[in-house]
């Protein structure tokens, strides 16, 4: 079992930055692939970055590439999205996920946390 709690969102003007955080629980966190995920009002849930058990290694959706930076703390059991150059387009509730395989699917993701609120204005 895995817990998360995200933190960080908020609201930021376009050309902005927000940090983005994912505490969490449970002693395996550095067995799990560590996504993120964004849903935007009114659209389906879409992969936006994830990142190896190591760290290593990492995926970006295109819209993003560039833009946001995936980095995980295996000692402080934590997952981080940096973003910046934010856009109007990129306002959604952030979840941070956790799952066995390197995947961008959202449904091979065991554990979700409930999300934190992203606005970024024009």
């Known amino acids: 079992q895995v817990q998360l709690v995200e933190s960080g969102g908020g609201s930021v003007q376009a050309g902005g930055s927000l940090r983005l955080a994912c505490a969490a629980s449970?002693?395996?966190?550095?067995?799990?692939?560590m996504g993120w995920f964004r849903q935007a009002p009114g659209k389906e849930r879409e992969f936006v970055a994830a990142i190896t058990w190591s760290g290593a290694g990492t995926d970006y959706a295109d819209s993003v590439k560039g833009r946001f930076t995936i980095s995980r703390d295996n000692a402080k059991n934590t997952v981080a999205l940096q973003m910046n150059s934010l856009k109007p387009e990129d306002t959604a509730v952030y979840y941070c996920?956790?799952?066995?395989?390197?995947?961008?699917?959202?449904?091979?993701?065991?554990?979700w946390g409930q999300g934190t609120q992203v606005t970024v204005s024009s």
């Open positions: 449970g002693r395996t966190f550095s067995s799990y692939i």
């Open positions: 996920a956790a799952a066995k395989g390197f995947s961008s699917i959202s449904t091979e993701y065991l554990y």
